[in-house]
């Protein structure tokens, strides 16, 4: 297998006495998109922040792209893109403005309408920062992240406080890096944005890891007891059953041998944010 | 691109946000046309004990050339960096190959030539206002002192922005500083009406130096003819500068404080 993108072994960072990461491993192959998901406070961004070059980690082995990102210099700086947690734009410069000022800092950048394109903003392009919506803004931001044409792209919390709508556009223009076969690490706290984005999830609580699989496997879903819901003679039935397929079985079965359906069948798996809620609030039960 | 090339693109964007931003053309560009216009109106009539006795407008005109220096360096300097460190924008540059010195060096650049366009704006005013000669057989000794002292302002600007905590902060601590300084220095009231002590106190400070070599630049002493460059009240603006380059190069700071 190649060598990975990102590969983290041990990774400690404390703050005086407080320890925001505990000791963590993991690895991202190139042209996943990798989706690092925790409850605030959890050391997403500290994490993240080590691995972009902005701060210092306390102990463990970092490598990005083949260097440390500690002592890495402007030749790695070519080869990724970082959209910050927060960071609002200039307000003074167009959408056309902002992507070419930061154009001229890389070597071989994009087309900047290209960059446009991408990112969804073409009816905005001569529009100056401080007129687009808190969505568009956030789309500009990661347009100037990509006009270096990084292979890494490092998304912290990009859709926080976005409604519905704007999520979706921003989904949108992720899944348009992934077409271009962009490594993404994606910081998140909502558990649906990393079912929907990610190839692979790890969970983060406390500074710990506390889970890790794809958004399907993630915390052994399979395994875990399924609930089947119907109606009897108007009243609600819940049965809790680990053997899903036997219990399924006899229930039909029994409907059908005496001639009725079962009214409101439904069948029910914990869901991915079920899981998540469970991981994180019992790491945190540990503080 | 080269460093230089990346100096020169920074520079051309800063331009553009510069002229841009209603804050910056008012406090930097509007302010001391307003100031010289007033000053010129209220004691037009009147003259300075300087110099033999000059008209209180001759004095005026380098006087708020010297105010719209500073305003245009450390003031202007100070105010956009810390706006642009607690937005995040300086933070999310340095992610870039983008060497740090190209951004600073653009900044700076920007600052220099809109200090020099108020020193056209302002000494056509006095000009086609009040009659205050141009000392066109000055221009170069001029020039260099208003680079210098543009500079070295430049950096005390740099330097503050690692005192001030917040974009709110930045209006309150940058004026609480310079105003004062601008009375006790002889910019707003002629130093012929200043007692000696309030001379004594400021002469510490880089200001009234500066005021000091600009005025010698722009009005010629009694007689003198030649150009002179007042190199001792320079030294005393440039040690100041490269004190707070080093304080800046020790102190600045790239990512937001609340954060």
Known sequence: ?287 | MNGLALVGHQFRYDQKAFWRNPASVFFTVMFPVVLLLIFATVFGSQTVDVRGGIKTTTYYVPAIITLSVISATMQSLAMSLVIAREDGRLKRSRGTPMPPWVFIAGRIGNSIVVALMMLALLAAIGRVLYGVEIPWDRLPAIVVTLVIGAAAFCCLGIALTAAIPSQDAAAPIVNALLLPLYFLSGVFIPDDQLPSGVIHFADVFPIRHFFEAFFDAYVPANGAASASISWDNLAIVAIWGVVGLLLAVKFFRWSPRNG
């Open chain 1, 1 to 287: 297998m190649a060598e990975p993108v990102i590969s983290i072994r041990g990774l400690r960072k404390s703050y005086g006495e407080a320890e925001a990461v505990r000791g963590i491993d993991l690895e991202v192959q190139a042209g996943e998109v990798f989706a690092f998901l925790g409850p605030n406070g959890a050391g997403k961004t500290t994490t993240v922040e080590i691995l972009e070059g902005y701060r210092k980690r306390s102990g463990g082995e970092v490598t990005v792209l083949g260097e440390d990102p500690q002592r890495a210099g402007r030749e790695w700086r070519e080869r990724i893109g970082i959209v910050l947690q927060s960071g609002r734009l200039d307000p003074y410069l167009t959408v056309r403005e902002s992507l070419g000022l930061y154009a001229g800092y890389f070597r071989a950048p994009r087309l900047v309408d290209e960059v446009i394109e991408l990112v969804g903003l073409r009816e905005k392009a001569e529009a100056r920062a401080s007129r687009l919506s808190g969505g568009q803004q956030r789309r500009l931001d990661v347009g100037m992240a990509l006009i270096g044409d990084p292979e890494l792209l490092f998304l912290d919390e990009p859709t926080t406080g976005f409604d519905p709508t704007a999520r979706r556009q921003f989904w949108d223009v992720i899944a348009g890096l992934r077409d271009l076969g962009k490594t993404v690490f994606l910081t998140t706290h909502y558990m649906e944005e990393a079912q929907r984005l990610a190839d692979r999830v790890t969970i983060i609580a406390a500074g710990e890891i506390v889970a890790r699989g794809t958004p399907e496997d993630l915390g052994d879903r399979e395994s875990q007891p399924a609930t089947i819901h119907y109606r009897e003679g108007g009243e609600e039935i819940r049965v809790e059953t680990t053997t899903l397929v036997e219990t399924l079985h006899e229930l039909t079965g029994a409907a059908l041998a005496h001639g009725g359906g079962l009214e409101g069948l439904e069948v029910t798996r914990p869901s991915l944010e079920d899981v998540y809620l469970e991981l994180t609030a019992s790491a945190q039960g540990v503080e």
